[in-house]
């Protein structure tokens, strides 16, 4: 589902909101109310507040524990439609920059699983152990937000699709902000690894800069890595991973796989496929971070 993004509110109230609906986080994990039971299914249209409601909770989260600051796209228009990505306060100066990529759906900014965020933990569910674990390391880190490309209908500049809005980051904040020798690094998952795929088939002198990509299983295919120059098959090929469902242990290597009933290669992604030793889609985030 494409569009606006809930506006961001404090902690507290997001958590109100959520305790309006019968749950709260305690320790990152989802639990009713007065209560140590996790989620239980009551009927579609409560799930889908509780999802909202979830994914609002953890945008304050990017603030309050990731210690990021919000900014919104594009730059300089005070007006009109706008998408907000999150940037660490050492983006201009770090040395290296971690770039986070979502895929499609329900998710919102932060978030790999509305679903493992609800019933499993926002540790497994959300970017935060990532964006941690970056900080953690002296990375400059943006997370990026492609499934916001409208508000009420309109097209948000520059972000009308998710490629477009990998690309607009890449040209105003990466090339825009960040130390013009600093190396890039990208955590791709699902449709997020198919809009890395488009964007680098369109801005070959990206592939230069990019030095590593850990795809998580990404949907790009051989179409997308045909229409690659050299260099950035020679970055899928030597300088990237995809970390796919299977069952065998982390790091396996894995000629083909099944991913939400779709039947995979490593032939047609042109990178290295490797065991995340999970079958299921957005878990293979959180096992690529253990690797």
């Given at each position: 589902?494409?569009?606006?993004c809930l506006k961001s509110r404090s902690a507290a109230g997001s958590m109100e909101d959520l305790q309006a609906l019968g749950y709260e986080y305690r320790d990152g994990r989802l639990l009713e109310v007065d209560s140590d039971k996790?989620?239980?299914?009551?009927?579609q249209a409560h799930y889908d507040k509780l999802a909202d409601a979830v994914l609002a909770y953890v945008t304050t989260l990017l603030e309050s524990e990731g210690g990021l600051t919000q900014i919104l796209l594009p730059l300089d228009?005070?007006?009109?439609?706008?998408?907000?990505?999150?940037?660490?306060?050492?983006?201009?100066?770090?040395?290296?920059?971690?770039?986070?990529?979502?895929?499609?759906?329900?998710?919102?900014?932060?978030?790999?699983?509305?679903?493992?965020?609800?019933?499993?933990?926002?540790?497994?569910?959300?970017?935060?152990?990532?964006?941690?674990?970056?900080?953690?390391?002296?990375?400059?880190?943006?997370?990026?937000?492609?499934?916001?490309?409208?508000?009420?209908?309109?097209?948000?500049?520059?972000?009308?699709?998710?490629?477009?809005?990998?690309?607009?980051?890449?040209?105003?904040?990466?090339?825009?902000?960040?130390?013009?020798?600093?190396?890039?690094?990208?955590?791709?998952?699902?449709?997020?690894?198919?809009?890395?795929?488009?964007?680098?088939?369109?801005?070959?002198?990206?592939?230069?800069?990019?030095?590593?990509?850990?795809?998580?299983?990404?949907?790009?295919?051989?179409?997308?890595?045909?229409?690659?120059?050299?260099?950035?098959?020679?970055?899928?090929?030597?300088?990237?991973?995809?970390?796919?469902?299977?069952?065998?242990?982390?790091?396996?290597?894995?000629?083909?796989?099944?991913?939400?009933?779709?039947?995979?290669?490593?032939?047609?992604?042109?990178?290295?496929?490797?065991?995340?030793?999970?079958?299921?889609?957005?878990?293979?985030?959180?096992?690529?971070?253990?690797?």
């Amino acid at each position: 589902t494409k569009g606006g993004c809930l506006k961001s509110r404090s902690a507290a109230g997001s958590m109100e909101d959520l305790q309006a609906l019968g749950y709260e986080y305690r320790d990152g994990r989802l639990l009713e109310v007065d209560s140590d039971k996790g989620f239980a299914f009551k009927d579609q249209a409560h799930y889908d507040k509780l999802a909202d409601a979830v994914l609002a909770y953890v945008t304050t989260l990017l603030e309050s524990e990731g210690g990021l600051t919000q900014i919104l796209l594009p730059l300089d228009s005070d007006d009109g439609p706008q998408c907000p990505v999150y940037v660490s306060d050492n983006l201009k100066e770090a040395d290296r920059v971690l770039l986070l990529i979502q895929g499609s759906g329900r998710v919102r900014v932060g978030v790999w699983g509305c679903a493992l965020c609800i019933n499993k933990d926002l540790q497994q569910g959300t970017m935060l152990p990532f964006i941690k674990k970056a900080l953690e390391h002296e990375y400059g880190v943006i997370v990026l937000n492609p499934n916001h490309n409208q508000d009420n209908g309109t097209a948000v500049p520059g972000s009308e699709t998710p490629d477009r809005h990998v690309a607009y980051v890449w040209e105003h904040l990466v090339c825009g902000m960040c130390k013009k020798d600093a190396p890039v690094d990208l955590i791709a998952h699902s449709n997020g690894g198919w809009a890395t795929l488009q964007f680098l088939g369109a801005h070959e002198d990206a592939a230069g800069r990019i030095d590593r990509i850990v795809f998580t299983d990404s949907y790009h295919s051989d179409q997308e890595v045909r229409n690659l120059q050299p260099a950035a098959i020679s970055l899928l090929r030597d300088r990237s991973v995809n970390y796919v469902p299977h069952e065998a242990p982390l790091g396996t290597p894995v000629s083909e796989y099944v991913s939400l009933g779709h039947h995979m290669t490593q032939a047609s992604k042109g990178c290295r496929c490797l065991s995340a030793e999970t079958l299921d889609h957005a878990s293979t985030n959180h096992a690529s971070l253990t690797a």
